[in-house]
Each structure stands twice: as structure tokens, then as C-alpha cells.
């Protein structure tokens, strides 16, 4: 069971091992101190190694979910640096992304945490146009001409490239969805942080159509949120009014600028 303060009614909230990378030298530590810190529930996140697990009798703790790629040998940047993502057009790719997912699925079951986070995968973006965009937001350039023109160009480009990826996406979910149901894990698309991520809010209507509440729903990152909403792409409150009937959970961070994961408040 989960080690928890005794003084105290523990919060129904997890703490992200996000937080235990740079804080912590071994991982059961973390899970010990997210106890004593009053959570009841841990998320392992995608930094976590199978080497990371070892030696932990897992079944001491309990767990809300998992975010994928977890546990991975590899970083999320080199997974997209490979494009061996669900959104790939590329079918080796794509397939090498779904397996990936398939871990985090077998991982979650084994440990008895209902939820998987999903990962969309992302439009190539090889101008980096949104690394200008946010030089210019941080700039203070935000009302400017050129803030707008390259707003248009980026939204252009999106829509223009969109198609493959999105297909790819769905045919993947498709797999992942069948994978998933006999092992009673449900899978939660997560709302990300940059332009040329999946999903845009119309994507996420068309990716939850293709499954039941009971087998998929919404993750709300609030910090991805606010930093889309403060360039100008998505409001906050949209993604809310839309989806929150399909809510499965939240990432609450917060957000000083655009620079998110910040602990809230």
C-alpha cells in the first residue's frame, strides 16, 4: 500500500515522477516523499527507464496512470528526432510509435493504474517557425505585424500538412484502442504545448469520435493550455468547454510566461 502521513487526509491528487527527475537519486525515494507530501496516487511520466523500476516492489504504491513512452530507453526528443511516432506517415515508424504505447498500456495494467497518456505526435515544423513566434511574444511583439504574418504563415503551413499525420494518428489510436480493452486501461489524449503538435481542438473532436468514454477520453494540461492561449492559437477556456465531459484526468503546472511545469500557484 501507499506509504502515507498519518496526521493527515491525503490529498486525491497524484504527483508527476516529472518532479522526481532532477530532485531525487533513486525513484523509490520520490515515491516515498510524494506520500509524506499528502498525494495518494503517482503518474510515472515518459523519463522513466526500465532501469529506473528495478529493484522497487511496485506494488506498494498505487498509481493513476502512466504517460507514455514509459518505461522507455529512449527520450521523447529521440523518439521524435527518429519520427518513430503515432503520427508518422512513414508505416515502420508509426508502427515502432504504437509499440512503444503498447508498453505503457502492459505497464499500466500490471500495476493496476486505469489511465495511459497519450501523445498525439506532432507536424514537422522545419523552419522552427514557432521558435520565432515565441522569440517575438517574449519580445513584447506580440501586437505586431510581423507576430501576425508569421501567425498566418504557421497556421497556413498546419493546415496544409496536417492530413497524413492526423490519418496516422487515427489509424494508430484504432490499434491501440482494440490493444488496450482487454486489459481495462482506458487511453487519455493530452492537450500539448506547441502549434504543430496533435491534437488542435477540432482534431480532438474527430480522435475522441473514434472511442467510447469508457475507452477514451481527455487529459487537460493546463500549463499546454495557457501557453497556446497566450500565443494567440486556442483559448483556454475552449478546450473546457468542449471536452470537459470527456475528462479523465488533469495536469495542473503552472506557467510564468510561456515557460511552463512550474509547481501551481
Same mark, same amino acid.
Given at each position: 500500500?501507499?506509504?502515507?502521513?498519518?496526521?493527515?487526509?491525503?490529498?486525491?491528487?497524484?504527483?508527476?515522477?516529472?518532479?522526481?527527475?532532477?530532485?531525487?537519486?533513486?525513484?523509490?525515494?520520490?515515491?516515498?516523499?510524494?506520500?509524506?507530501?499528502?498525494?495518494?496516487?503517482?503518474?510515472?511520466?515518459?523519463?522513466?527507464?526500465?532501469?529506473?523500476?528495478?529493484?522497487?516492489?511496485?506494488?506498494?504504491?498505487?498509481?493513476?496512470?502512466?504517460?507514455?513512452?514509459?518505461?522507455?530507453?529512449?527520450?521523447?526528443?529521440?523518439?521524435?528526432?527518429?519520427?518513430?511516432?503515432?503520427?508518422?506517415?512513414?508505416?515502420?515508424?508509426?508502427?515502432?510509435?504504437?509499440?512503444?504505447?503498447?508498453?505503457?498500456?502492459?505497464?499500466?495494467?500490471?500495476?493496476?493504474?486505469?489511465?495511459?497518456?497519450?501523445? *498525439?505526435?506532432?507536424?514537422?515544423?522545419?523552419?522552427?517557425?514557432?521558435?520565432?513566434?515565441?522569440?517575438?511574444?517574449?519580445? *513584447?511583439?506580440?501586437?505586431?505585424?510581423?507576430?501576425?504574418?508569421?501567425?498566418?504563415?504557421?497556421?497556413?503551413?498546419?493546415?496544409?500538412?496536417?492530413?497524413?499525420?492526423?490519418?496516422?494518428?487515427?489509424?494508430?489510436?484504432?490499434?491501440?484502442?482494440?490493444?488496450?480493452?482487454?486489459?481495462?486501461?482506458?487511453?487519455?489524449?493530452?492537450?500539448?504545448?506547441?502549434?504543430?503538435?496533435?491534437?488542435?481542438?477540432?482534431?480532438?473532436?474527430?480522435?475522441?469520435?473514434? *472511442?467510447?468514454?469508457?475507452?477514451?477520453?481527455?487529459?487537460?494540461?493546463?500549463?499546454?493550455?495557457?501557453?497556446?492561449?497566450?500565443?494567440?492559437?486556442?483559448?483556454?477556456?475552449?478546450?473546457?468547454?468542449?471536452?470537459?465531459?470527456?475528462?479523465?484526468?488533469?495536469?495542473?503546472?503552472?506557467?510564468?510566461?510561456?515557460?511552463?511545469?512550474?509547481?501551481?500557484?
Amino acid at each position: 500500500m501507499t506509504i502515507l502521513p498519518t496526521s493527515t487526509q491525503p490529498y486525491r491528487a497524484s504527483l508527476s515522477t516529472m518532479w522526481a527527475i532532477q530532485n531525487f537519486d533513486h525513484l523509490e525515494d520520490f515515491f516515498i516523499a510524494a506520500g509524506q507530501y499528502g498525494y495518494d496516487k503517482i503518474e510515472l511520466n515518459h523519463q522513466i527507464s526500465p532501469a529506473m523500476l528495478e529493484g522497487i516492489d511496485l506494488e506498494r504504491y498505487r498509481f493513476s496512470s502512466v504517460h507514455e513512452p514509459c518505461p522507455t530507453a529512449l527520450s521523447t526528443d529521440e523518439l521524435k528526432s527518429r519520427d518513430w511516432q503515432i503520427s508518422s506517415p512513414d508505416e515502420q515508424n508509426r508502427a515502432r510509435g504504437v509499440e512503444s504505447i503498447k508498453r505503457s498500456i502492459d505497464l499500466a495494467h500490471q500495476l493496476n493504474a486505469p489511465v495511459v497518456v497519450v501523445h *498525439g505526435g506532432q507536424i514537422p515544423d522545419p523552419l522552427n517557425r514557432e521558435r520565432q513566434l515565441r522569440r517575438l511574444y517574449r519580445a *513584447g511583439q506580440k501586437d505586431s505585424e510581423a507576430y501576425a504574418a508569421l501567425k498566418r504563415e504557421m497556421t497556413a503551413e498546419r493546415e496544409a500538412a496536417s492530413g497524413p499525420h492526423l490519418e496516422a494518428v487515427k489509424r494508430s489510436l484504432a490499434s491501440l484502442l482494440d490493444y488496450a480493452a482487454p486489459l481495462k486501461v482506458r487511453l487519455g489524449l493530452e492537450n500539448r504545448y506547441h502549434w504543430m503538435d496533435i491534437p488542435t481542438q477540432d482534431e480532438m473532436e474527430e480522435l475522441l469520435a473514434l *472511442g467510447s468514454p469508457e475507452q477514451l477520453g481527455f487529459i487537460f494540461d493546463s500549463g499546454h493550455a495557457t501557453a497556446l492561449d497566450r500565443l494567440g492559437f486556442f483559448s483556454f477556456e475552449g478546450w473546457l468547454d468542449r471536452f470537459s465531459h470527456r475528462i479523465l484526468g488533469c495536469h495542473l503546472h503552472d506557467v510564468t510566461g510561456l515557460d511552463d511545469h512550474n509547481a501551481p500557484g
